[in-house]
Structures are given as structure tokens and as C-alpha cells.
């Protein structure tokens, strides 16, 4: 029966420090496939659950015109980004239109 299961949208962790390495800790308990956007040699990176964002050059977690352009490049066709702190989720407020039909946000508005 495993080929009728849908296939889980992958999360992408917009982190870092211990809430990010919190974050990926649930996702991989609930069984969510799940990468992490954070610099190089952040704590996150040093967990056994750890993988970067897909891609030959993953993202490094970077806000603005660095961070559309990453997105813009990954290799995937669909995920969910769950920001990790205030300026990600309010970043992720302006979601360019040709990215938000590839990524959904767990996040609500900012007018809200």
C-alpha cells in the first residue's frame, strides 16, 4: 500500500541557531522531509539531521534579492518555507508571484 501514500512537500527550515535545529528535530520526528536554509557552520549545521537546500549552491538563508534569487534557482517544483524568526516570516510576506506558485509559506500576512 506505500504506493498510494501522497508524496510529502518537502519543508525547507528558514533558520538558525537552536530554533531552526528545533524546528528540523520535529519535522524529522514527523517524518516531513525537511532542509535548512542557514549559514555555513551555524549550529544547525553540525546536526546529524542536517541537509543544506538543494541545488550547487544552497541557500544560505539570506533575506531580499539574495534570497529570491537562491529560490530562483533551487531545483525543486514544490515546498513549504517555515520561517524561524520575525524578519523571515515578514520577508516571506513579499513573496514574488512566480515563486509562490513553487513555495507555500506557513506564515499568515503582514497585515496581519
Known amino acids: 500500500m506505500a504506493g498510494n501514500q501522497p508524496q510529502r512537500v518537502p519543508v ?24 535548512v536554509a542557514a549559514p555555513s557552520g551555524d549550529h544547525v549545521t553540525h546536526s546529524r539531521w542536517f541537509l543544506p537546500t538543494p541545488g550547487p549552491n544552497p541557500w544560505q538563508g539570506q ?3 539574495e534570497g529570491w ?18 524578519d523571515a516570516a515578514l520577508w516571506l510576506t513579499a513573496l514574488p508571484d512566480d515563486l509562490a506558485t513553487r513555495f507555500a509559506t506557513s506564515n499568515s500576512s503582514a497585515a496581519t
Open 63 to 65: 533575506l531580499g534579492e
Open 69 to 86: 534569487n537562491a529560490l530562483r534557482q533551487m531545483p525543486v517544483d514544490r515546498a513549504v518555507i517555515v520561517p524561524g524568526a520575525d
Open 12 to 35: 525547507i527550515v528558514l533558520g538558525r541557531g537552536p530554533t531552526a535545529l528545533g524546528m528540523l528535530r520535529c519535522f524529522q520526528v514527523a517524518g516531513i522531509p525537511c532542509t
